[in-house]
T-cell receptor, first 111, second 118 residues
């Protein structure tokens, strides 16, 4: 599975959009991009995933560049409860079933 | 219950003792995963079950670690002769279908079992 690169930490003001980048320059055509987050002392929580088109759900939007080498997770109106570690993961369709978690980005939403 | 249930939530044991950690997945979920997370670290994959079989055991760190799943439901992770480096939060997750098709990306995680080896 391709590896991802994320900044170790980011800050965001409450009520503003949080834009979390992820580089996956070695992604291959059949690999999906997944985002999970882990709030302190809890298990990880699925946010969103996509292949090439931008995706939106009730939690966030996922923007994938045309060349698919990077993506951005957008939390449109960050709240204090969005403070968490955010993981960007790529995995091959039809390959190993496991999700490989990297170190993620620690997002701190400030009042 | 509605979610993945793990027990015990906390376990303190002495070095050299055996421990068993239990995971009750969401009813009907065929895939089950074990991960562990050491203090301040990311999630480390241990083992994956599809039904009762374990096609991927590649993350088990040593032969002291084993896991089984019976009836396609409950899973038990056993650590024999525990060592201090086994101290971690052990997380279980389940998924309703094979992820191979990419149709669903969602793993549902439990709250974990915190293991402390003295």
């Amino acid at each position: 599975d391709a590896k991802t690169t994320q900044p170790p930490s980011m800050d965001c003001a409450e009520g503003r959009a949080a834009n979390l980048p992820c580089n996956h320059s070695t992604i291959s055509g059949n690999e999906y991009v997944y985002w999970y987050r882990q709030i302190h002392s809890q298990g990880p929580q699925y946010i969103i995933h996509g292949l090439k088109n931008n995706e939106t759900n009730e939690m966030a939007s996922l923007i994938i560049t045309e060349d698919r080498k990077s993506s951005t997770l957008i939390l449109p109106h960050a709240t204090l409860r969005d403070t968490a570690v955010y993981y960007c993961i790529v995995r091959v369709q039809g390959g190993s079933e496991k999700l490989v978690f990297g170190k993620g980005t620690k997002l701190t939403v400030n009042p | 219950g509605a979610g993945v249930s793990q027990s015990p939530s906390n376990k303190v044991t002495e070095k050299g003792k055996d421990v068993e950690l239990r995971c009750d997945p969401i009813s009907g979920h065929t895939a089950l995963y074990w991960y562990r997370q050491s203090l301040g670290q990311g999630l480390e994959f241990l083992i994956y079950f599809q039904g009762n079989s374990a096609p991927d055991k590649s993350g088990l760190p040593s032969d002291r670690f084993s896991a089984e799943r019976t009836g396609g439901s409950v899973s038990t992770l056993t650590i024999q002769r525990t060592q201090q480096e086994d101290s971690a939060v052990y997380l279980c997750a389940s998924s309703p279908s094979r992820l191979a098709g990419g149709e669903t990306g969602e793993l549902f995680f439990g709250e974990g079992s915190r293991l402390t080896v003295l």
